[in-house]
């Protein structure tokens, strides 16, 4: 029998890490997904969202997705 966990632990299926475009400042950044404020979605490239970005809510761009899946 497995634990509630357990199953949660093996169907979490996420990236860990995003290169992000913001096209308000034209600039590219790393982060981790879980700045991204839209949760529960599954997270693909060109995706529009917004980034918790030293504290601001900005609009981005997803350009990659590296981590486990």
């Not at 790393?30 to 900005?58: C, F, M, S």
Request: proline share 4%.
């Amino acid at each position: 029998m497995m634990s509630v966990r357990q199953l949660c632990k093996r169907t979490n299926k996420s990236f860990s890490k995003a290169l992000f475009m913001f096209p308000n400042e034209e600039r590219t950044g790393i982060a981790p997904t879980r700045k991204i404020i839209e949760k529960g979605l599954d997270y693909t490239v060109g995706q529009l969202v917004h980034v918790n970005w030293d504290g601001e809510k900005v609009p981005a761009e997803i350009l990659a997705l590296h981590g486990k899946f």
